[in-house]
């Protein structure tokens, strides 16, 4: 397995453009989990899903920030409008279930100037 | 304030020694996993503990948990310059339909050759 894909490795961007962030997780993996991580604050849960359903979007930071898992394969994570305070890396994990360990990808960086 | 709290914050040895990092928690836990992370990488999942386990091993990591203490510890042996990075402990709560992963700030390792 390819383990879990991420896309792109890095953005930049101005402020007030769209990002859109994409995932693949590892095939059989129920639960898909967005993270940010930045020097400040540590990693944070934006959202996750389970079984494609999001169970926990309290970590969205605010409605510029958006989450879909249209199917098992795929999930994105939208910021409209960007914002510099945005700029961090951005991980999608997966896992079997959420009582299980996560696989990581390897991030997202995005710097929104 | 964190449920996680790695101790300490940073770690300097040399290969061969011993690299012992802390974790304490605050509430009751499902189960507990320590993760490493390499500079600009993904996180990797080490080992999980569940709560009524009180040892772990693998390879050359050994983890404890200490329920009573609510505190974890992650002990590398024999240490290489290949495990400089950091390391993370999180906590699985469950409390009801709330589940969540909380993650600590993370011990830096660095390990001189």
């Known amino acids: 397995d390819a383990g879990v894909i991420q896309s792109p490795r890095h953005e930049v961007t101005e402020m007030g453009q769209e990002v859109t962030l994409r995932c693949k997780p590892i095939s059989g993996h129920n639960s898909l989990f967005w993270y940010r991580q930045t020097m400040m604050r540590g990693l944070e849960l934006l959202i996750y899903?389970?079984?494609?359903?999001?169970?926990?979007d309290s970590g969205m930071p605010e409605d510029r920030f958006s989450a879909k898992m249209p199917n098992a394969s795929f999930s994105t994570l939208k910021i409209q409008p960007s914002e510099p305070r945005d700029s961090a890396v951005y991980f999608c994990a997966s896992s079997p279930g959420p009582r299980y360990g996560y696989t990581f990808g390897s991030g997202t960086r995005l710097t929104v100037v | 304030s964190q449920q996680g709290e790695e101790d300490p914050q940073a770690l300097s040895i040399q290969e061969g020694e011993n690299a012992t990092m802390n974790c304490s928690y605050k509430t009751s836990i499902n189960n507990l996993q320590w993760y490493r992370q390499n500079s600009g990488r993904g996180l990797v999942h080490l080992i999980l503990?569940?709560?009524n386990e009180r040892e772990k091993h693998s390879g050359r990591l050994r983890v404890t948990l200490d329920t009573s203490k609510k505190s974890s510890s992650l002990l590398i042996t024999a240490s290489r310059a290949a495990d400089t990075a950091s390391y993370f402990c999180?906590?699985?709560?469950?409390?009801?339909?709330?589940?969540?992963?909380?993650w600590g700030l993370g011990t830096s390792l660095a390990v001189n050759p």
């Open positions: 999180a906590t699985f709560i469950e409390a009801g339909n709330n589940r969540k992963l909380i």
């Open positions: 503990i569940r709560s």
């Open positions: 899903f389970n079984n494609n359903v999001p169970i926990d």
